[in-house]
């Protein structure tokens, strides 16, 4: 049979209509319970899940992200066919935690990113806490090949920075310097360690990346990586997508559980630096 008579969508290697990817769904209100240290099979309430997620250390960068089994970083190009009610409730409470949200260009651009807006009730626990109401989003770019007319600058309750290096495009530097702080750090290329050093400057200690994987595998090869929050999705996704970190090799680092939670099947891990290996 010729991929012609097999009709419409059908691949030319096998003569099959691709199957359509559906997105595994995840009960609701699935309870997360703690699996490790203390065992718990109680459900962890808003209060408990905040506490679970206090910070190891004073200023530290953690990082955030949900894979598949089989270590896909994304489901047909995005991590939302990985996530569930579950990993978005510990991915807000990320959020609520933070002074500034790091994100590579490509993530803002492949997920369409948003304004990084909270809701009242955790802008509330944020100035309780002596925090300002939102976390500052800072996007990474070398290009800066970002539309500043976008929503996550555009619409940003507080005013985002952009971290790029001197040989950044002078037009698109000037076009988004009227939306965000442009901060050139290096010259080629961003250099993370000192971007981070001018975060920490301004007042943003607790440092949450959300991804994508270059700017993780940036990070590790930099050795900015705290902490690893890695919700595991239990599902096997197949070939085709890359892993949660990506670009040039680095040398292997060693990190300890710190934590392990459950939601069903869904395992939602920290992982940090082990005692005594700090950070540059
Ligand atoms: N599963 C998850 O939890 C998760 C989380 C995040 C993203 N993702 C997925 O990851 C994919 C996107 O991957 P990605 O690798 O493109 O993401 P990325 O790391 O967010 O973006 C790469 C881009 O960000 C900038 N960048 C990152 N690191 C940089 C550095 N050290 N120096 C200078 N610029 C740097 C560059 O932007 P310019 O091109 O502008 O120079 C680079 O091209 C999407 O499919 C998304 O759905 C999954």
């Given at each position: 049979?010729?991929?012609?008579?097999?009709?419409?969508?059908?691949?030319?290697?096998?003569?099959?209509?691709?199957?359509?990817?559906?997105?595994?769904?995840r009960?609701?209100?699935?309870?997360?319970?703690?699996?490790?240290?203390?065992?718990?099979?109680?459900?962890?309430?808003?209060?408990?899940?905040?506490?679970?997620?206090?910070?190891?250390?004073?200023?530290?960068?953690?990082?955030?992200?949900?894979?598949?089994?089989?270590?896909?970083?994304?489901?047909?190009?995005?991590?939302?066919?990985?996530?569930?009610?579950?990993?978005?409730?510990?991915?807000?409470?990320?959020?609520?935690?933070?002074?500034?949200?790091?994100?590579?260009?490509?993530?803002?651009?492949d997920?369409?990113?948003?304004?990084?807006?909270?809701?009242?009730?955790?802008?509330a626990?944020?100035?309780?806490?002596?925090?300002?109401?939102?976390?500052?989003?800072?996007?990474?770019?070398?290009?800066?090949?970002?539309?500043?007319t976008?929503?996550?600058?555009?619409?940003?309750?507080?005013?985002?920075?952009?971290?790029?290096?001197?040989?950044?495009?002078?037009?698109?530097?000037?076009?988004?310097?009227?939306?965000?702080?442009?901060?050139?750090?290096?010259?080629?290329?961003?250099?993370?360690?000192?971007?981070?050093?001018?975060l920490?400057?301004?007042?943003?200690?607790?440092?949450?990346?959300?991804?994508?994987?270059?700017?993780?595998?940036?990070?590790?090869?930099?050795?900015?990586?705290?902490?690893?929050?890695?919700?595991?999705?239990?599902?096997?996704?197949?070939?085709?997508?890359?892993?949660?970190t990506?670009?040039?090799?680095?040398?292997?680092?060693?990190?300890?559980?710190?934590?392990?939670?459950?939601?069903?099947?869904?395992?939602?891990?920290?992982?940090?630096?082990?005692?005594?290996?700090?950070?540059?």
């Amino acid at each position: 049979m010729t991929s012609a008579a097999a009709g419409p969508g059908a691949t030319a290697s096998t003569g099959r209509r691709p199957r359509r990817r559906r997105r595994p769904e995840r009960p609701v209100n699935e309870p997360i319970v703690r699996l490790w240290p203390g065992p718990d099979p109680t459900p962890l309430g808003d209060e408990a899940l905040i506490e679970a997620y206090a910070p190891h250390q004073p200023a530290e960068l953690r990082v955030n992200f949900v894979t598949s089994l089989d270590g896909a970083v994304a489901i047909d190009g995005l991590s939302a066919g990985l996530s569930g009610p579950a990993d978005k409730r510990v991915f807000g409470v990320l959020r609520m935690r933070c002074d500034a949200l790091l994100v590579g260009a490509g993530t803002v651009r492949d997920e369409g990113y948003r304004a990084v807006r909270l809701d009242a009730r955790r802008r509330a626990w944020r100035t309780a806490q002596g925090r300002a109401p939102f976390p500052v989003l800072v996007v990474v770019s070398r290009s800066l090949a970002l539309d500043p007319t976008s929503a996550p600058f555009a619409e940003a309750p507080v005013r985002p920075v952009v971290l790029t290096c001197a040989n950044a495009p002078a037009d698109r530097r000037t076009a988004l310097a009227r939306v965000a702080d442009v901060i050139a750090v290096g010259e080629q290329d961003v250099d993370l360690g000192a971007g981070v050093q001018q975060l920490r400057e301004r007042g943003l200690a607790e440092l949450l990346s959300e991804g994508g994987p270059q700017l993780f595998g940036a990070l590790t090869g930099a050795d900015l990586v705290d902490e690893l929050c890695l919700t595991v999705a239990p599902l096997l996704a197949g070939p085709g997508a890359g892993r949660i970190t990506a670009g040039e090799p680095v040398a292997p680092q060693t990190l300890a559980l710190r934590q392990l939670l459950a939601a069903g099947d869904l395992l939602l891990t920290r992982y940090g630096r082990s005692a005594g290996a700090a950070g540059p």
